[in-house]
T-cell receptor, first 114, second 115 residues
Framework: DAGVTQSPTHLIKTRGQQVTLRCSPK?????VSWYQQALGQGPQFIFQ???????QRGNFPDRFSGHQFPNYSSELNVNALLLGDSALYLC?????????????FGSGTRLTVV | AQTVTQSQPEMSVQEAETVTLSCTYD???????LFWYKQPPSRQMILVIR??????QNATENRFSVNFQKAAKSFSLKISDSQLGDTAMYFC????????????FGTGTSLTVIP
């Protein structure tokens, strides 16, 4: 039973560029949430996708956008990268009805903006 | 707004000893969930223990137990018989149900188990 898979594991981008991060949820899960974890901080909620729609959004600018595909996988896109976007980006999957029980995190994508 | 505070940035404990990590939170909600997550160097967040606010009994999972004080909004984690594999970052987290189920995390406590 595969867990949550994120790609790539590491990424270096230049300020102003755009980046796409990918997440495949755990088998049987239909909901994907994205979190940003800056160095020395706890993860902060970016948004959640369910049934291919953004269901909930945290306090992040519109430069952060996402998508969920029919197979429940998801992408996180960040435009016009800033140095402050450097962080570990975590994806978590769950089942829409009981997310508080079944949350499973991936190992994240480490994004470095130079 | 929900906030979670972990006032101990770093802690250490001798192998086989007991250690307690502190967490306080602020919310006006009456129904919510509290969690402790472990993040080892592999970076994956691993659930250690969870507590439903409506349950008065403290949750336990093998060597891990919590002291949940709802009135004081305190949620500490006790690790008994500490093992080298317990070395990791520990995050306290709050979740309000039926609002997209998003976590609010504290800033974490780095725990080192000394052999």
């Amino acid at each position: 039973d595969a867990g949550v898979t994120q790609s790539p594991t590491h990424l270096i981008k230049t300020r102003g560029q755009q980046v796409t991060l990918r997440c495949s949820p755990k088998s049987g899960h239909d909901t994907v949430s994205w979190y940003q974890q800056a160095l020395g901080q706890g993860p902060q909620f970016i948004f959640q996708y369910y049934e291919e729609e953004e269901r909930q959004r945290g306090n992040f600018p519109d430069r952060f956008s996402g998508h969920q595909f029919p197979n429940y996988s998801s992408e996180l896109n960040v435009n016009a990268l800033l140095l402050g976007d450097s962080a570990l980006y975590l994806c978590a999957s769950s089942w829409g009805g009981v997310a508080n029980y079944g949350y499973t995190f991936g190992s994240g994508t480490r994004l470095t903006v130079v | 707004a929900q906030t979670v505070t972990q006032s101990q940035p770093e802690m250490s404990v001798q192998e086989a000893e007991t250690v307690t990590l502190s967490c306080t939170y602020d919310t006006s909600e009456n129904n919510y969930y509290l969690f402790w997550y472990k993040q080892p160097p592999s970076r994956q967040m691993i659930l250690v223990i969870r507590q439903e606010a409506y349950k008065q009994q403290n949750a336990t999972e093998n060597r891990f137990s919590v002291n949940f004080q709802k009135a004081a909004k305190s949620f500490s984690l006790k690790i008994s018989d500490s093992q080298l594999g317990d070395t990791a970052m520990y995050f306290c987290a709050f979740m309000k149900p039926n609002t997209g189920n998003q976590f609010y995390f504290g800033t974490g406590t780095s725990l080192t188990v000394i052999p």
